[in-house]
Nanobody, 121 residues
Framework: QAQLVESGGGLVQAGGSLRLSCAAS????????MAWYRQAPGKQRELVAV???????TYVDSVKGRFTISRDNAKNTVSLQMNSLKPEDTAVYYC???????????????WGQGTQVTVSS
């Protein structure tokens, strides 16, 4: 089954840092863009950062200058380095990839299971 597996969430004090990682299963290929989304309680899921296969990055305004997305195309992994964390960054963070798989040649959206990030004030 094609999947994305996240790691690295946890509890941190305001001003601290966390690094999220996401690995795509071997049956995902031709991965186009990879991204991190987040969803806070009672709010809609929002795009945090996206990176294309060529390395172009885009960030939501609220994390610019604090978060950095990166990817390793050889390993099919994507990471999110989060610095200067704020309580409002508290959310479940989801990894996303737009890719083909051995089960479905047409490119589709794939999601990780989510990892909790909690920032205390």
């Amino acid at each position: 089954q094609a999947q994305l597996v996240e790691s690295g969430g946890g509890l941190v004090q305001a001003g601290g840092s966390l690094r999220l990682s996401c690995a795509a299963s071997e049956n995902l290929f031709s991965i186009n863009h990879m991204a991190w989304y987040r969803q806070a309680p009672g709010k809609q899921r929002e795009l945090v950062a996206v990176i294309t296969s060529g390395g172009k990055t885009t960030y939501v305004d609220s994390v610019k200058g604090r978060f950095t997305i990166s990817r390793d195309n050889a390993k099919n992994t994507v990471s999110l380095q989060m610095n200067s964390l704020k309580p409002e960054d508290t959310a479940v963070y989801y990894c996303h990839a737009y890719a083909s798989s051995t089960f479905k040649i047409e490119a589709d959206d794939y999601w990780g299971q989510g990892t909790q990030v909690t920032v205390s004030s």
